[in-house]
């Protein structure tokens, strides 16, 4: 068994965000470790998708780490990008506590979070120190108070200060957290909000620079049909599939009834596998090879990665398995090529 093993019943005793944070209270100090290792990825693991060299496949999904504070400890853990954020443009307190449950039997986690952020000003500032090495995308949301109408705005102003610092971005329109961030996935929302993106990508000089659409699992097959053919016809670079699920038919009982009466938010962890999947597989038939898609939801293994590969995807990330398993299922994956 290793450290985190040994540890675990330890850690799932504490407060879901308490151990959160002792866990980046430690990282923080383990970053500035001299002995921190620099994994070398073999060439076999490298990937070149949209215009950019990752050194391997796995990444670190958003929401871990919001604020860019633990990236060299991420790059030493084996991951060969890590997606910040959620930041939005304003800093933001995000939901009253308790706002985050696991369910370790299950390898299932609810959260509502809610876009907890110390706003993008704060964020784009650390990330000037940012290690070289491993790939950081910036993941944008607006803020709570923003009405829908004026979303583009937020996205836009959280752009204007993480782009020139990050090597990608991802447009977050799928928490399920946010009251009406979901709509903007719809056709008529999602064709302005895309074409203003571009449009102020292209003002600060950044054509070359991917912008990626995060979607949510709980769309209907046609929806993902129509979405594809908005996000191909308005020129972005890519999509990643997924994030978190409302549906709590995920789960079953007697589970099902414990995570329902934990009140709302998205669903994440083994539980969401399939359904992540099924998605992920509608879009790349639907994509037709047009655009890379990067799988995630629901991975928990070296071989659940390497299904999502060769299912299509450029690339994969993990959140929840990375909590439930611990640090060395990044080297595990890595090493299962
Ligand atoms: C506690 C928590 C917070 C999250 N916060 C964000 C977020 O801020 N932005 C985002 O795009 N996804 C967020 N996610 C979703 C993850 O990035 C990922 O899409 C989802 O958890 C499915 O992957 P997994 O099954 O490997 O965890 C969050 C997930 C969790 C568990």
Known sequence: MDLYGALRPLIFRLDPETAHNLAFWLGERACSWPWLPTPEHPAALHRTTFGLTFPTPLGLAAGLDKGATLLPLWKALGFGH????????????GNPKPRLFRFPEAGLILNRMGFNSEGADVVATRLRTRPAGLIVGGNLGKNKETPERLALDDYRAAYRLIAPQVDYIALNVSSPNTPGLRNLQAPEALKPLLEGMLDLRKDMGLEHQPLLLKLAPDLAPEDLDAIVEVAVASGITGLIATNTTLDRGVVAEPLRTRVEAKGAGGLSGLPLKAKARAVRQRLLGALRGRLPLVACGGLGSA??????????????????????????????????G
């Open 303 to 336: 071989e659940d990665v390497r299904e999502a590969l060769d299912d299509g995807a450029a690339l994969a990330q993990i959140y929840s398995a990375l909590i439930f398993e611990g640090p060395a299922l990044v080297s595990r994956i890595n090493r299962a």
């Open 82 to 93: 890590v997606e910040i954020g959620t930041v939005t443009p304003r800093p933001q307190p």
